[in-house]
């Protein structure tokens, strides 16, 4: 069973591309998280999806950035017009769903690090 | 601010000696979790304790939970040089959402 796979693992952008972020969960995972880390920082929430449904955007960037988990193939963080403060690690985590029970972790990838020239 | 904070923010210690990290929180939870990453790396989970748990142990780990005091503390013991990461600690506030608030982590560093 793979882990959470994200791709790629480096992405250069030049300011005002577009960046597009994939992440694959782990197989029988319908709960997907993305989250962004600024260098000596922690993470910060972006966004968590399940299929099809966006249930919580409230760390997103009004602008510019927006985030989709088709019912077939992978989550995608996708970031228009890019600046130079977009430039960070993205990590997504997948989590299986448990009903009520939340007592379970979540599973992260190996980040993408984005760096906007 | 951080729901998570930990403290210290930096800790460098020799090998064989113990670690002790902390972290802080504001608002209740169903669940604490620890997390190591090593530099540039992805996260990897340590251990997750729940909110009626006390405390727990995994190998040379010890994580104990106090939620009278919103804090929690890792303990590593006999630490190597591979220990050296930063350790977050990451919160779940509410029940079946799985929206972890993380904190700026522990850079800990371990002196062979």
């Known amino acids: 069973n793979a882990g959470v796979m994200q791709n790629p693992r480096h992405l250069v952008r030049r300011r005002g591309q577009e960046a597009r972020l994939r992440c694959s969960p782990m197989?029988?995972?319908?709960?997907v998280y993305w989250y962004r880390q600024l260098p000596e920082e922690g993470l910060k929430f972006m966004v968590y999806?399940?299929?099809?449904?966006?249930?919580?955007e409230s760390g997103m960037p009004k602008e510019r950035f927006s985030a989709e988990f088709p019912k077939e193939g992978p989550s995608i963080l996708r970031i228009q017009q890019v600046v130079r403060g977009d430039s960070a690690a993205y990590f997504c985590?997948?989590?299986?769903?448990?009903?009520?029970?939340?007592?379970?972790?979540?599973?992260f990838g190996q980040g993408t690090r984005l760096t906007v020239v | 601010s951080q729901q998570g904070e930990e403290d210290p923010q930096a800790l460098s210690i020799q090998e064989g000696e113990n670690a002790t990290m902390n972290c802080s929180y504001k608002t209740s939870i169903n669940n604490l979790q620890w997390y190591r990453q090593n530099s540039g790396r992805g996260l990897v989970h340590l251990i997750l304790?729940?909110?009626?748990?006390r405390e727990k142990h995994s190998g040379r780990l010890r994580v104990t939970l106090d939620t009278s005091k919103k804090s929690s503390s890792l303990l590593i013991t006999a630490s190597r040089a591979a220990d050296t990461a930063s350790y977050f600690c990451?919160?779940?506030?509410?029940?079946?959402?799985?929206?972890?608030?993380f904190g700026t982590g522990t850079r800990l560093k371990v002196l062979a």
């Open positions: 999806l399940q299929k099809e449904n966006i249930i919580d």
């Open positions: 985590a997948s989590s299986p769903f448990m009903g009520t029970d939340s007592n379970t972790e979540a599973f």
């Open positions: 990451a919160t779940d506030l509410t029940s079946g959402t799985y929206k972890y608030i």
């Open positions: 197989k029988g995972h319908s709960h």
């Open positions: 304790i729940r909110s009626n748990e």
